[in-house]
């Protein structure tokens, strides 16, 4: 997330699996991580955005999975709940409306979008995905939620799936070179990127480029390292790739231009 130019990391899990609510604000300038009042619930596979000018977390896991919404800040709080509970979630926003996609119940894959604009309310977007997924890359362009790959109970997915924020129609529209899960999407300089992730079962180090126009998916460069389930946040004309496994938790911030 970003909150007035500072990059924000909440919650996640560290070596050996522990989950943890310890938050970090990053300049991005210096690259000086500071910690921050930590989450009042711990959670791991959460999602976040900034919503009504907060930064939030949705969800996520611990012992079990999690409705609770966080706002992050001076005093850490829970401000509301999503409808049911859940993790391996992903937030997009389009500045205005944070959609949630995805996720995992604790049973199955739920296959639901929702949107909310402050925390506290949501509303259905799209009652059903044609794919239910865990994990996808998700980003928002041209009034279109873009969602990549994702994991299903038998494996990942090569699925991209698109939803009109507008009128909740959804279909699949392409499909990428190979399954993908755990990777992330974003919007930077008029494009749709999709990074990292988990490609046959390992890190993946491919950036890969998506025409909304003919939904192909191009692989235009390399990450430093292989790596999946990092965060990503968008400054201007520059993203952040945040931690992540590479197959190991690692702190590296990678800066894509």
Known sequence: MVDHGRLIVAGGLTTGDKTVGTVYGID???????????????????AGSIVGGRPVVFGGGNTTESSAVQVVGTTPSVIGHLPTARADLTAASD??????????????????????????????????????????????????LWIFGGELATGDTDAIQSVDVKTGAVAIVGHL?????????????????????????????????????????????????????????????TAYLLGGQAPNPINDVVLLR
């Open 28 to 46: 991005p300038a210096t690259g000086i991580s500071t910690p921050m009042p930590a989450l009042p619930t711990p959670v791991h596979d959460c």
């Open 177 to 237: 070179a190979a399954p993908v899960g755990h990777a992330n999407a974003f919007v930077l300089r008029g494009s749709v990127w999709v990074v990292g992730g988990r490609a046959g079962n390992a890190p993946s180090n491919n950036i890969r480029r998506f025409d909304p126009t003919t939904h192909a998916v191009t692989v235009t460069g390399k990450l430093p390292i292989p790596v999946r389930d990092s965060a990503v946040a968008v400054i201007g004309d």
């Open 95 to 144: 500045g205005e409306t944070t959609y949630v996609v995805g996720g995992y119940d604790g049973r199955t894959a739920i296959g639901d979008v929702l949107r909310t604009t402050d925390g506290v309310n949501f509303t259905v977007v799209a009652a059903k995905l044609p794919i239910a997924v865990r994990y996808p890359a998700v980003a928002v362009f041209g009034g279109t």
